[in-house]
Nanobody, 127 residues
């Protein structure tokens, strides 16, 4: 079992930066893929970024590539999402997720590939 707790959300202005954290307890991330998803009001939850712990490979959606960076701290069993140049369309609840049952990059953006989810943290970007 893995328990995930996100933090770091807030209200910022266009062009600002935020760093989200996803701390895991109960089991180490070492065999997992850890992903960030987001859900805007009235929309489906979308993939944002992911990191494969074993290989340190990273993946990004086209909408955030070049602006967001996913990284990890092994000692803290924590994954971060550094978000720069934020836009109003980045406004959403951001969820951290972890999964380990699927291999292959095809599954990276698929929600069903993730077994554990955090409670979400709100990010609001004002124009």
């Amino acid at each position: 079992q893995v328990q995930l707790v996100e933090s770091g959300g807030g209200l910022v202005q266009t062009g600002d930066s935020l760093r989200l954290s996803c701390a895991a307890s109960g089991r180490m991330f070492s065999t997992y893929t850890v992903g960030w998803f987001r859900q805007a009001p009235g929309k489906e939850r979308d993939f944002v970024a992911a990191l494969k712990w074993s290989s340190d490979s990273t993946y990004y959606s086209d909408s955030v590539k070049g602006r967001f960076t996913i990284s990890r701290d092994n000692a803290k069993n924590t994954v971060y999402l550094q978000m720069n140049s934020l836009k109003p369309e980045d406004t959403a609840v951001y969820y951290c997720a972890a999964g380990g049952d699927y291999s292959g990059s095809y599954y990276i953006p698929k929600e069903y590939a993730y077994n554990y989810w955090g409670q979400g943290t709100q990010v609001t970007v004002s124009s």
